[in-house]
C-alpha cells in the first residue's frame, strides 16, 4: 500500500470555526441552506454546488455518486441527469434519495433526504438551453451508465453530432431534472474535540409544511 495503515489512521484535523447554535438558523431549511451555499461561493469552495447523491435500487442495494445542484427553491433540490442513467433508473423504482454537501474547508456539510419526483418537462428543457453547447451534444453523445467499447466511440460520436448540430441542439428525450423534496435537512458544523453541532430540520407532518428543528448527537 501506498499510505502506511497506521498513518492512515492518524490522518485527522480538528475543527476550530464557530459553532451553530438553534438561534442561528433561519425559520426553514431552504433559506438556511442558502446562507451557507452563499458562505462556501464567497469562500472559493471548489464546486459549491457538488453533492454527492446517494439512491437504492429495487432490491435495496445502494449506490452513489457526485452531481451538481442546479436549481434550488422552496419546492426542493434539483439536477439533471439521463434518464437511462443508473442513479434515475434507481430513482424510477425507489423515489427516495439522500444528498450530502461536503463543504471541507468550512468544516461544514448539509444533509438533505427525501422523496424525489421528475422536474417539470419545460424546466428541464429551459436548463438544457442554457447549457454550453459542448454539454448538449455530450448529453447525446453519452449512453449514461452503459458499457462503452472505449473513449474513441464517444469521441467519434461527439465528432459527429457536433457535426450534426454546429449551432442548435434539441432538448434528448431521454434527458431532465429531478426534483428532491426534503423531509429533514441536517446542518452540521464542525466544533473541536469531536463535539460537533448537528442541527436537523424535520417536518412536523408529512402533510405539514411547518419545520421544527432538533439537535443530534456528534
Known sequence: MGVDPARLAELRRGYADSGLAEADLAPDPHTQFDRWLSDAVAAAVTEPNAMVLGTVDADGRP?????????LDDAGFVFFTNY??????ELEASPVASLL?????LERQVIVAGRVTRADPDDSAAYFRSRPHGSQIGAWASRQ???????DVLQDRFAELSERWPHHVPVPPFWGGFRLVAD????WQ???????????YVRA???????RVVRLSP
Open 63 to 71: 449506490s452513489a455518486r457526485t452531481v451538481l445542484l442546479k436549481q
Open 84 to 89: 437511462g442513467s443508473r442513479k434515475a433508473v
Open 101 to 105: 454537501f461536503p463543504w471541507y474547508d
Open 145 to 151: 451508465s452503459e458499457v462503452v467499447a472505449g473513449r
Open 184 to 187: 429533514s435537512v441536517e446542518f
Open 190 to 200: 464542525g466544533r473541536p474535540s469531536r463535539l460537533h453541532d448537528r442541527l436537523r
Open 205 to 211: 407532518t408529512d402533510a405539514d409544511a411547518a419545520w
